[in-house]
């Protein structure tokens, strides 16, 4: 993944010049927004291909070409830049799942799908997988983490549980506590292929035990 540079460059590549010949100044709001989000592509880059503990500050700043003075400014700390990439990788997950379920021609089977598409980006994406399930516990602490993942997360299993006893394809009762053991299931699930030194395989074989958990509803 290629990584924004905030630097100084030819204006012809960053404000192209208007009818008169006048180039057009980018905003305080615009260059706020530039920084930000070189910085949150850094970190996701660095964090998901060395880890937090191995992704350095002085790295993170030097790939965003910015100083560390933006860092503390936007982030407080190499801390708070990793909470805000992990939620951002948390974000673009659920929608990625919520699409994956959009395909299911049923309720259960929108489940399914998005179930499956959970464990997918465990084996294969590196960001969720070393980002989100690796050092997130470890590094904002359990209860942190679970208060993130319930905010994107939970909504989503909640909302298909209840879609499936509404089809009458499981037997209704409370949806919150079936839905609070199922996303606990799919973490466990997922931080097995996460963890795991063939990912891939595990991946066929956790999807394979959600599959069974799912039909049994």
């Known amino acids: 993944m290629r990584v924004a ?7 012809m590549d960053v404000n192209p010049p208007g009818p008169s010949g006048a180039t057009p100044r980018r905003t305080q ?4 927004a ?6 949150l592509d850094a970190g996701r880059e ?21 100083t560390r003075g933006a860092l503390s400014h936007h982030f407080g700390t190499k801390l708070g830049l990793f ?11 659920a929608e990625q799942i919520a699409a ?16 499956l598409r959970f464990l997918d980006a465990a084996a294969t994406d590196p960001a969720v997988r070393q980002i989100v399930l690796l050092d997130g516990p470890a590094v904002l602490g ?23 006893m509404e089809a009458g394809l499981a037997e209704r009762r409370p949806v919150q506590p079936l839905a609070h053991l199922l996303l606990a299931a799919l973490n466990e699930a997922a931080m097995l292929v996460a963890n795991a030194p063939d990912p891939a395989a595990t991946r066929a074989l956790v999807g394979d035990a ?4 799912l039909a049994n509803l």
């Open 46 to 66: 660095l964090f998901a291909a060395h880890g937090f503990a191995r992704a350095g500050q002085e790295e993170i700043v030097e790939r965003a070409g910015v």
């Open 142 to 164: 359990w209860q942190t983490w679970r208060e993130i993942d319930a905010v994107y997360g939970l909504g989503l299993v909640t909302e298909a549980l209840d879609h499936v």
């Open 210 to 213: 959600v599959e069974r958990m």
């Open 5 to 11: 540079r905030i630097k100084l460059i030819p204006a």
């Open 29 to 32: 709001g615009e260059r706020t």
């Open 34 to 39: 530039a920084t930000r989000r070189a910085l």
């Open 100 to 115: 994956a379920a959009m395909e299911g021609r049923d309720p259960m089977a929108m489940l399914r799908l998005g179930c």
């Open 83 to 93: 909470r805000s990439v992990l939620e951002s990788v948390h974000r673009e997950l």
